[in-house]
């Protein structure tokens, strides 16, 4: 089975400081995403990746950096946290090329900035 | 103008009676993938089915199936025999393109709740 973990399930910080998300996924996939999930909103997307070194910005990047140092690892950073980034974050992965894999999600961080 | 619409925020169903959650999707790409996920209130995202847009049956994976209706752009998901258990968030998605690198695109989401 695929596995997608994510460093944290609950996170408090306060505003101003840099906060790291870590997500590792164990199958080998090339793919990895980093989405906010808000009430009413959906997920979005923030970032994501298709391999190491690669990134490309979402549609809410604003605020928001990541790293891929190694395929299986995809961080998340939050430079200076501010209170409207309170919100759950998850993480997925994907294998290319197929067009019909689906995304494998892992728990979820659900992060306050206080 | 949003790619993933689903208009109900929040649905009731009997237990045991089917129930569909509606999705339309808006895309100028002929070659697209339609997903559903599910999330429980424990917070994972749990995939349910998938349908390529050019496949010519409807998807079913057990009590899931997706009615598929290319020309009206929708891709609703039918749940048969509902049970408690299926009380959750879903979410329709829709990735636009052959890649596999591309990311989904999700709904706002609609909230289902089996009563007994």
């Known amino acids: 089975d695929v596995k997608v973990t994510q460093s944290s399930r609950y996170l408090v910080k306060r505003t101003g400081e840099k906060v790291f998300l870590e997500c590792v996924q164990d199958?080998?996939?090339?793919?990895m995403f980093w989405y906010r999930q808000d009430p009413g909103l959906g997920l979005r997307l923030i970032y994501f990746?298709?391999?190491?070194?690669?990134?490309e910005k979402g549609d809410i990047p604003e605020g928001y950096s990541v790293s891929r140092e190694k395929k299986e690892r995809f961080s998340l950073i939050l430079e200076s946290a501010s209170t409207n980034q309170t919100s759950m974050y998850l993480c997925?992965?994907?294998?290319?090329?197929?067009?019909?894999?689906?995304?494998?999600f892992g728990p979820g961080t659900r992060l306050t900035v206080l | 103008a949003q790619k993933i619409t689903q208009t109900q925020p929040g649905m009731f169903v009997q237990e045991k009676e089917a129930v569909t959650l509606d999705c339309t999707y808006d895309?100028?790409?002929?070659?697209?993938?339609l997903f559903w996920y599910k999330q429980p209130s424990s917070g994972e995202m749990i995939f349910l089915i998938y349908?390529?847009?050019?496949?010519?049956q409807n998807a079913t994976e057990g009590r899931y199936s997706l009615n598929f209706q290319k020309a009206r752009k929708s891709a609703n998901l039918v749940i048969s025999a509902s049970q408690l258990g299926d009380s959750a968030m879903y979410f329709c998605?829709?990735?636009?393109?052959?890649?596999?690198?591309?990311?989904?695109?999700f709904g706002k989401g609609t909230r289902l709740s089996v009563i007994a």
């Open positions: 997925a992965s994907s294998f290319y090329p197929g067009g019909g894999d689906e995304q494998f």
């Open positions: 199958m080998d996939h090339e793919n």
């Open positions: 990746s298709y391999d190491v070194k690669m990134k």
């Open positions: 895309t100028s790409d002929p070659s697209y993938g």
């Open positions: 349908q390529g847009s050019y496949d010519q």
């Open positions: 998605a829709m990735r636009e393109g052959r890649r596999g690198n591309t990311p989904l695109v």
